[in-house]
Structure formats: structure tokens, C-alpha cells
């Protein structure tokens, strides 16, 4: 083997650089130690995203920092690099290609990509977030560039503690974690699944306020049954069918441990897009132990709730009067039910058993009944009422006629013409929510419910629409999105330093949402405020979930702040850039 050397590795006359760890010096063979100093300056500054400022470092910052020719002459402001971003992401033709561009720059900017994500938030979301995600989760294995969270597999067990220390930061506040068993409406994605806790806790921090480095994505990897992916030679998880039982359950136990004695009692752990048999499991087992939330369960549940709540005003009728019926039975369909049971209950002083039976669900096989108990999962018999059994949706709807009708069933286009109509038939302002997602997986779109209903619905979804015209009038559908929900919430688990989510929390989530929808929205249309002032309405949610924790005596911060909204906003984190000394 022929040695690489320097002709005179102790002088850099001649362009070279002394060898000081005798890399250049070593044979092919021969291991090197990956040495490296970090100094915040110079090089290594613009390659910080937390501290890189770009075009945007003064000259006196240049002169401080070692900075001085690294970068071109000029001196952009983050106003002038924002809109020349913005400008530059709607060249790109498609949606992934613009997800990419966003990944770049949050890989080399941080505050820079929050400040975009902030003040465009309307048209970015869909791309960090649904419907986009999906595709990027998709095509993870092939636009995987560079961590951005911890991958956990079942080669870790017994050292998922050391795993969490490799971790840079120390000092996490959230953590969303996921298995990829199925990923919105697109099934088993395995490890491919890590654009989700990623694109979740970029919106914690940009919508929520949560510090980016308080925020941590985790994905657990015990395989997938996407025969697909174990067959691409670019998947990038294990190749191996799913672990289940005991190897699946001891691998999670060890994970919730090892965060547990790592970061404390007060990190938050979501629980994101677990397939409904671990979904319900795994918050049952912890939710007595550990602080933790479903978004698919719970958050669904309280932004749907609040959609809801704010539907009164047009419905002209208190939710205990409505008939709900759900087209989907899994951990979103039988986790908004509850919720709404809950709220119905409390509302009217009943049990939440009585306000039950106002709520249907048709799963895969029809109508849930009494007759169908036996063979149905334990999360599915608290739904199952007397009634003859009903085998399709359409049916459902003309023996039950509800006022209420909720997709979450992962099927799209099942709420057909007929079925709309036969909605507006019953109701002269049928409330059609149709929460699946990405777009395709949507049981109708906004242009179908609005125009099959003759103009009369009320229409939410789980993915984006631009508005529709319809006879001269132009409806805008409001998007039943989690982000409402989650990023306040866990703002105001932070801020109070709960320890523990209690139900109580998921309904004041709910409230505080709704009371954020003005007379302007109503006019349009529209259940659920506009996203532009996302930042306003997470922080009267994180004051509403605080407030309540403080409440339930779940608030491990004390003294109790006196003004919570100020609290919540003075705690959010903000993207301008600070000026260096």
C-alpha cells in the first residue's frame, strides 16, 4: 500500500497544512480519529444553522467573528433574505422539491427558516406539514441528507439510554415520537416515518413558540411489513418484518425509561401515527406515569371538538342536541367521540355513558351495534347501542339521521354524492367534516360538499382546499388541522411544568380555540380561525392548558403567573436574529 504523505508536513509554504494528527501521514488501512474544534467563528459559524446569520452578519460581526471574506461584500437584513426565499421557493414546480428547499435551509439557517415559516405560514404549512409530509415520508430514504433526530431500532435494546446521550442537547422539553406503522393515510412507512416527528416539532417551535433545541424527533424502528420498502436497496431502516409482543413492548419500555431518567418528568412524549392497536395500549399503560399525548387521539379529538363548539353559532343548536355519526372507528374516530362525549356531559350535567348513545360509528363492517359486541375491539364496545345492524354509510345515515357527519376512516372520496345529499335532506345546515388525510385519502372535497349540499354545509377537512364558488357566493373551508391544537398545548404543559395530561386539559385546548373564531370567519364560512394568527391562538391555549393544570393541581411551576396569556407569549421562542458580540 502506498503511503500518503506531505513532502514537508511541518510547512505550510508550499499550500500545505501541518499533519497535527498525522492523518495525511497514514496509510489506507490504518484508522484515523475523527478530531474536531468547535469554535464559534469564522467557517465554523456559517456552518452553525442556530448561529449562521448568512448575508445578514454586519461588518462589525464580520471583523469579530473571523467573517471577513467568507461571504460576499454585501449586507442583507433577515426582511430582504426572507422575501428573497420566499421568491425563490414558489419557482419550484412541485411540492416536494419546495419541502426540500425548507429542509436545506433549516439544516443551514434555524432562525431564518422560522421566521419564513411564521410569516407565511399559510402557504408553507402544507408543505412542512400535510399534505407534503407524506410524500417526503414516502421518499425519505432517497432525500435523507443529515440527522435531524434520533433513529432507535431494535439493534439498540439494552442501550437506548446511551442512544438519548448522544443526543447534543441536554436539556429536552418535547419529544414526538413514532413508529411508522401508519403514517397518515399511507400506511406502513417504518423508519421512512421520521418526517413526521420532524415536520411536528418544527411547527411546536414556529407556531407553539417551544424552542427548537428543546425539541427532539425520535423514530423507533422494529422493522416494517411494507414489502415495497424491504425490497428498495435505498430503505433506510431495518430490513425485517415488524417486531410484535413482548420484543415490541420491551423495546417501547425501555424508551420511555430511558427519557424518563434522561430528561426528567416534565418532557413531554407525543405518541405520533402508531397503528391503533399500540395507539390505545401505549397511552393507557403511561399515561399514569409519564407526560404524555396522542396527537392522533387526543388532538384530533380536542381540534375537532373545538370546530364544533364554534359550529353552534351557525347551527343555532348546543352540541347535546346534535346526532353524531362517524364514518372510521380507529384511535382519531373513537378518540373525537369520547372527547365530544366528555364535553356533551359536562355541558349537561350527565354521565358520559348517556351522552354516548347521541354518537354513532360505522367502521369497515357497518354500523357498530349491540349485536356486533363480541367480536369488536375493547376501544370500539363503549359505541356499540341497540339498532339493528346497518352494513354501509349511506344506510347509516337514512336510519340515524345525524346531524353531524365525521370522516375518519382513511378512505377517500367515501362520502359520495348520495351521501351528501342525503345530509342536506335531513339538515338545512348538514356539519360534514372530512378529517382524513393527505388530500387524496379525503372523504370529499370542499367543492363536492359545498356543491352536492346546494351551498347549505358547513365543511371542515384534514387537508387544505382553496375556496369555492358556488351560484355566486364563494365558501372557504377551514382545514379541522392539529396544528391548531398541539403546538399551544404543549406550550402550556411547558410553561405550567405539568407532569401529567389530564382530560379537563384536552377540553380547555378546545375552548380556547374556539373562542379565537371572529364574526369575519363565521361570514366565510369558516369553524376554525385563520392561520395567520396562529401564534395568537397558541398562546391563549397554552394560558387555557396551564390555567387548568394549575386547576388539577398538575403544575409543577410555581408561583402560578399572575397574567398566563403574557406568560405564554413572553415564553415563545423568536426567530430574529440577535446581534453577536
Sequence with gaps: MEKVTNSD?????????????????????????????????????????????GLAFTEKERDTHYLRGLLPPVVLDQKLQEKRLMNNIRQYQFPLQKYMALTELQERNERLFYKLLIDNVEELLPIVYTPTVGEACQKFGSIFRRP????????????????????????????????????????????????????????????GGVRPSACLPVTIDVGTNNEK??????????????????????????????????????VLIQFEDFANHNAFELLAKYRDTHLVFNDDIQGTASVVLAGLVSAQ????????????????????????????????????????????????????????VNSRKDSLQDFKKPWAHEHEPVKDLLGAIKAIKPTVLIGSSGVGRSFTKEVIEAMSSINERPLI?????????????????Y??????????????????????NVFVSTQANNAYIFPGFGLGLVISGAIRVHDDMLLAAAEAL?????????????????????????????????????????????PRPKDIVKCAESSMYSPTYRLYR
Excluded at 425490497?231 to 415490541?248: H, P, S, V, W
Aim: charged share 20%; net charge negative.
Design 9 to 53: 508536513l511541518k510547512s505550510s509554504v508550499d499550500g500545505g497544512v501541518v499533519d497535527v494528527y498525522g492523518e495525511d501521514s497514514a496509510t489506507i488501512e490504518h484508522n484515523i480519529t475523527p478530531w474536531s474544534v468547535s469554535v464559534s467563528s469564522g467557517y465554523s459559524l456559517l456552518r452553525d444553522p442556530r448561529y449562521n446569520k
Design 148 to 207: 435531524q433526530g434520533l433513529f432507535i431500532s431494535l439493534k439498540d435494546k439494552g442501550k437506548i439510554l446511551d442512544v438519548l446521550k448522544n443526543w447534543p442537547e441536554r436539556n429536552i422539553q418535547v419529544i414526538v415520537v413514532t413508529d411508522g406503522e401508519r403514517i397518515l393515510g399511507l400506511g406502513d412507512l417504518g423508519c421512512q416515518g421520521m418526517g413526521i416527528p420532524v415536520g411536528k416539532l418544527a411547527l411546536y417551535s414556529a407556531l
Design 229 to 266: 420498502l424491504l425490497n428498495d436497496e435505498f430503505y433506510i431502516g431495518l430490513r425485517q418484518k415488524r417486531a410484535t409482543g413482548q420484543e415490541y413492548s420491551e423495546l417501547l419500555n425501555e424508551f420511555m425509561s430511558a427519557v424518563k431518567q434522561n430528561y426528567g418528568e416534565k
Design 313 to 368: 353559532k351557525l347551527t343555532n343548536s348546543p352540541l347535546a342536541e346534535h346526532t353524531f355519526l362517524f364514518l372510521g372507528a380507529g384511535e382519531a374516530g373513537t378518540g373525537i367521540a369520547e372527547l365530544i362525549a366528555l364535553y356533551i356531559s359536562k355541558q349537561m350535567n350527565g354521565s358520559v355513558e348517556e351522552s354516548r348513545k347521541k354518537i354513532w360509528l360505522v367502521d369497515s363492517k357497518g354500523l357498530i
Design 433 to 449: 367534516m372530512a378529517l382524513s388525510n393527505p388530500t387524496t385519502q379525503s372523504e370529499c372535497t370542499a367543492e363536492e360538499a
Design 451 to 472: 356543491t352536492w349540499s346546494k351551498g347549505r354545509a358547513i365543511f371542515a377537512s384534514g387537508s387544505p382546499f382553496d375556496p369555492v364558488e358556488y351560484e355566486g
Design 514 to 558: 374556539a373562542g379565537q373564531v371572529s364574526k369575519e370567519n363565521y361570514e366565510k364560512g369558516m369553524i376554525y380561525p385563520s392561520f395567520s394568527s396562529i401564534r395568537k391562538i397558541s398562546a391563549h391555549i397554552a394560558a387555557n392548558v396551564a390555567t387548568k393544570a394549575y386547576e388539577l393541581g398538575l403544575a409543577g411551576r410555581l
